[in-house]
Structures are given as structure tokens and as C-alpha cells.
């Protein structure tokens, strides 16, 4: 079976294009026959992966999530298995993965309109931070710093909206801080939203999180950066697998780490739909 690498060499500021050295050395030693491909622009690894689409092989995503969400849209629906090499700079989908023991887990994806997802959607407060990263990534600050100067900026012009959402038939109206739907753990490079989410288990976590007084929000934050936030009562979880949601003006809607700008949305779960070469060894080799 041939291996795939699709390769961003801007993730992880060039980490996964210095993965590649290795990727080489690690496939002529066990004599695997491979092919690397590298992406110069939005959607080239959904458009690479798709020319595999009839053939079976390992396609391996090397870079972040978001490179990751583009290489599942090109194989869904293939013979294809997908592997990950985390390069990214929060690799969020595999703090989750590489948490299951089986080789070739059969994983369940979601599907938002005509977009498939692997890990995480998000709206709110935390989805508009994770859209204003790439403006703080515009002024001269530490790396280590952007997500939390992206919080500051992002509580101080946050602005609650009404959205009529449905959790599997059930329709409520409310304004609202934070909804995600979860089929992995972690979002925001570590923060762990979902902490008993499971991959296979054919739900996602949703969590609804009802308007909260500003000043409580950088609280909130926190507790979800460590996975303690479900006891608080203006958190609300549910298991699901259609959920939809619409609002009166544009909502900011992040897929995986990439954000897209709407005011309708439909999202079902598709069961055990993808098969993960999860060969851990391996990819520990690969990232040397």
C-alpha cells in the first residue's frame, strides 16, 4: 500500500516541512513506497487527496489542523486511510487520537452543509478568538502570547447574538457565549472542552454555554482550558448527532481551526465513517 504524504510546509513555522527529511529516510529504510506532496495554497491538499480518490492508499496529513480538515475532505467517501503527522502548532485532533490504542480505528466524522469535519465546531466567544489569532499574529508578540492577547481583544469587542438552535429535535432560542460540537477533546491549541468525547462511540458532546455577565468570561476561559467547566450550571452538555443553528446576522463558525462566515448551518454525525492508520511508532519515527 502506498503512503501519501500531503505536506504544508508553512505549519508549525516550517516543522513539517523539516518532517519531510525524515519522512524520506524513515520509508527507504523500511523500503515503503511513497509519494510527498506539497500545498501551495488553500484547498491543494483536498484537491491532492482527491486525485488518490479511486486507488487505496495511507494518506498521510503533516501539518496542523487545519491542513488535516482539508486532507479528510479529499478522501471521505475513498478507500483511502488517513494517518497524521502532527506538525501544526496546536494538533488538537491528535491529543485525542493518540489516546486510542487500536491500529485502524473506524472514526466518526461530522458534517457541517456540504463541509466535513474531523474534530471540533465551534461558534461564540471562543470561535471569534480563534478568528482574531491571525490578527494579533500581525503585531510583534511572543508566540506563546497570541492566544491569549486574541482573548483580551476578543472579550473587550465580543458582542452576544440570538440563535435559534435544534439539538437533535429539541429547538431553543437564546442569546449565548459558547457552542460547540465536539466529536475530539481539545480545541484552541489545548483546551480541553470535551474531556470524555470519544471518536467512535457515534455522538458528538455539545455543549451550550448560556449568556454570562463579561466580567465571568476570562473565568470560564480558564476552566476550560483545564476540563473543569461542566459543573458550572450555565454550561449545558448534551449527546447528539444533528444539531443546527441560525441567527438573524453573520456568525463566525470555526471547522476544525478554520473559519468560515454564515447564518445557517446543519450538522450531522456520520458514523464510523473513517479508518486511521494509527501506527504510533511509526509516526514517533517520522517525527525525529
Not at 502532527?86 to 488538537?92: L, M, R, V
Not at 466518526?108 to 471562543?126: A, R, W
Not at 477533546?185 to 463579561?214: C, H, Q, R, S, W
Request: charged residues 25%; glycine residues 8%; positive net charge.
Amino acid at each position: 500500500m502506498k503512503h501519501i504524504f500531503i505536506v504544508n510546509p508553512t505549519s508549525g513555522k516550517g516543522k513539517a516541512i523539516k518532517t519531510v527529511v525524515q519522512i524520506e529516510k524513515v520509508c527507504k529504510e523500511r523500503n515503503i513506497e511513497y509519494q510527498i506532496h506539497y500545498t501551495k495554497a488553500s484547498g491543494d491538499a483536498t484537491k491532492i487527496a482527491r486525485k488518490y480518490f479511486f486507488t487505496k492508499n495511507i494518506i498521510f496529513s503533516v501539518g496542523g489542523d487545519g491542513t488535516l480538515n482539508e486532507v479528510v475532505n479529499g478522501i471521505i467517501g475513498s478507500k483511502n486511510m488517513l494517518s497524521v503527522i502532527p506538525c501544526g502548532s496546536g494538533n488538537d485532533f491528535y491529543k485525542t487520537l493518540e489516546k486510542i490504542e487500536d491500529e485502524y480505528p473506524v472514526i466518526d466524522v461530522g458534517k457541517i452543509n456540504n463541509k466535513y469535519f474531523i474534530n471540533i465546531v465551534s461558534i461564540g466567544i471562543d470561535a471569534e478568538v480563534a478568528k482574531n489569532v491571525s490578527l494579533m499574529k500581525k503585531i510583534k508578540l511572543p508566540t506563546s502570547q497570541v492566544y491569549n492577547a486574541s482573548i483580551v481583544y476578543t472579550f473587550l469587542k465580543y458582542k452576544f447574538k440570538n440563535i435559534e438552535f435544534t439539538i437533535d429535535n429539541q429547538t431553543n432560542k437564546s442569546k449565548f457565549t459558547i457552542l460547540t460540537i465536539c466529536n475530539g477533546k481539545m480545541y484552541g491549541g489545548g483546551f480541553n472542552i470535551a474531556p470524555d468525547a470519544k471518536l467512535t462511540d457515534g455522538y458528538f458532546d455539545v455543549y451550550f454555554v448560556e449568556k454570562i455577565n463579561k466580567p465571568i468570561i476570562p473565568f470560564l476561559i480558564g476552566k476550560l482550558k483545564k476540563g473543569t467547566h461542566e459543573k458550572y450550571k450555565q454550561v449545558h452538555k448534551n449527546k447528539a448527532t444533528k444539531i443546527s443553528f441560525k441567527c438573524d446576522y453573520d456568525l463566525v463558525c470555526n471547522i476544525d481551526g478554520e473559519i468560515t462566515i454564515g447564518n445557517k448551518f446543519d450538522i450531522k454525525l456520520l458514523e464510523k465513517e473513517l479508518m486511521i492508520y494509527n501506527n504510533k511508532e511509526l509516526i514517533k519515527e517520522f517525527l525525529k
